[in-house]
């Protein structure tokens, strides 16, 4: 299996499986969790809340929706206002991985489980993450994208990473991925500044006219 690690946005990105950082409610309403929901539809959390509440530690394949993937597995790692514990993220992650894997799944996006809402430290949480990955006997697995909110949060795991002498050399279809993640990313950002740039122009074109009524109210 080839472990990429990279910053970027969950939703949106292309595989056969997302992996959602769940609490047992199931209940897709903050975090990564609530990201996917609103890329996904609402027709993803109808579906998973027919098997709430979850057990502790539990894996839960859904349909994904409007994602571009087959599934979303939904990672009950943590109880409602409970933090996240070494052994309930590495029994559910562990679960959620025999899952995907019995959905005979290529490639999976994973956040950083237990790791956000679920409160659990991001330098353990990569730690127990990528260890179950070095452990893991997979049968169709190829491709194991971890996608972190920043380059910080990504950094952590090259780390931890390397600390485990786990191998980040992909091959090459999986290079082929990344750059076009790279291009999506780079477009997004263009676009914004784009978005911004027509903001400052309506606010100045705004406050012009606003001006312009203004002088025109005082000469009559």
């Known amino acids: 299996m080839d472990v990429i690690i990279i910053e970027g946005d969950i939703a949106t990105f292309s595989v056969d499986a997302i992996f959602n950082a769940a609490s047992t409610s199931l209940e897709m309403d903050g975090g990564v969790a609530l990201a996917i929901r609103k890329a996904a539809g609402k027709e993803v959390e109808e579906e998973v809340l027919e098997s709430a509440p979850s057990e502790l530690g539990q894996a839960i394949a859904t349909s994904a929706g409007k994602l571009d993937a087959k599934f979303v597995i939904h990672v009950a790692s943590v109880k409602p206002g409970e933090q996240a514990t070494e052994e309930n993220i590495r029994t559910s992650f562990r679960n959620a991985l025999e899952l995907a894997d019995s959905l005979e799944c290529e490639t999976i996006a994973v956040p950083a489980i237990g790791c956000g809402v679920g409160g659990f430290?991001?330098?353990?949480?990569?730690?127990?993450?990528?260890?179950?990955?070095?452990e893991f006997k997979s049968s169709f697995l190829k491709g194991i994208f971890f996608v972190l909110v920043s380059q910080e949060n990504r950094d952590v795991f090259i780390q931890k990473a390397k600390e485990l002498e786990l191998s980040l050399t992909v091959r090459k279809e999986f290079e082929e991925r990344l750059k076009e993640e790279e291009k999506k990313k780079e477009g997004e950002r263009l676009q914004r500044e784009k978005e911004k740039e027509e903001k400052i122009v309506e606010t100045d074109d705004g406050i012009e006219e606003q001006e312009k009524k203004e002088s025109d109210s005082q000469v009559a």
Do not use: T
């Open 121 to 134: 430290s991001l330098q353990d949480g990569a730690r127990v993450l990528l260890s179950e990955i070095k």
